[in-house]
């Protein structure tokens, strides 16, 4: 099962300050990390040039804190985005928290290492380690370009060995990985196949419909779970576009239920709703 949150750009542009808009980016990767979600989906409010410089720089923040801290100077050259990222949490997922030296990898260990060269018989990636790993180049459909990041198995430290292999192949949680279409909500929702939820104050309260929710997530397809903007909500974000809520979701839900304040902030709504749903989709109650 794959889990994927469905954000607006304009969840970081409610301030021109990057400090701000670098905050609360650091809010939404660590909710995403916490509830292991599978990707983050940043859709445009609108096809204005405001919208787009919003999903690009709000990306570019996901994607630095998703990168274990040994690979991001290699990763990321100087970008004026990233002027405050000590200001993002860091994330201290599984693929982040590995050992820095050879002398502590254990054969068998993944860790992610960025490509920096390729040749017909091997690649050389750079593993965070005092020396790079020598790995064999992969069939297809495993990337095997200069500057791509991969996932390395470990054969023999002794012998600086590796072996490229899927994203799925261990045991724990990657971190997620960042979509930025260049549509609007309705219309990347009319454009993808997947069990669709949407939040709301004037959604159905979530704990009358579980057994519903148990249903729909049981067929294992990939589970997309939309939230609104810091102004406006979905049903009016869809409404600019001439879409009704029910043509687009499988469910429209109320995950808070009666709220002593206004509005429930964007990133909030992560914290609130990420628990429940996140756990029914996995079956784990």
């Known amino acids: 099962m794959q889990l994927s949150i469905l954000l607006p750009a304009s969840v970081i542009g409610v301030s021109e300050d990057l400090r701000v808009k670098t905050f609360r980016a650091g809010l939404v990767g660590r909710a995403a990390a916490i509830f292991m979600v599978d990707e983050i989906v940043i859709y445009l409010d609108n096809h204005d040039a405001e919208s787009m410089e919003n999903q690009r720089v709000f990306s570019r923040l996901l994607n630095y804190m998703v990168v274990p801290q040994y690979l991001r100077r290699l990763v990321f050259k100087k970008h004026e985005e ?77 012998r600086l060995s590796a072996k490229i292999v899927s994203p799925r192949e261990p045991p724990f949680y990657l971190g997620y990985r960042v979509s930025t279409p260049k549509k609007t909500l309705g219309e990347f929702l009319g454009s993808v196949e997947a069990v669709k939820i949407g939040t709301s104050k004037y959604g159905d309260l979530v704990w009358k419909r579980l057994d519903e929710l148990r249903r729909l997530f049981s067929g294992g397809e990939r589970v997309m779970v939309a939230f609104g903007s810091p102004s406006t909500g979905l049903r009016e974000i869809l409404a600019r576009e001439g879409v009704r809520v029910e043509d687009v979701f499988n469910m429209f839900v109320n995950t808070v239920g009666e709220q002593g304040v206004e509005t429930v902030r964007t990133e909030e709504a992560l914290y609130i709703t990420l628990p429940l749903l996140a756990s029914l989709a996995r079956g784990y109650w």
Not at 96 to 121: E, M
Not at 139 to 157: M, N, T
């Open 82 to 158: 990233l002027r405050f990222a000590g200001l993002l949490p860091p994330l201290k997922i599984p693929s982040h928290t590995v050992p820095a030296s050879l002398k502590h990898v254990k054969p068998g260990s993944f860790r992610l290492a960025v490509i920096v060269k390729v040749d017909r018989s091997r690649l050389v990636l750079e593993a965070g380690l005092e020396k790079t790993l020598l790995a064999p180049t992969p069939e297809p459909p495993l990337e095997a370009r200069v500057g791509s990041i991969v996932l390395a198995r470990v054969e023999d430290p002794s």
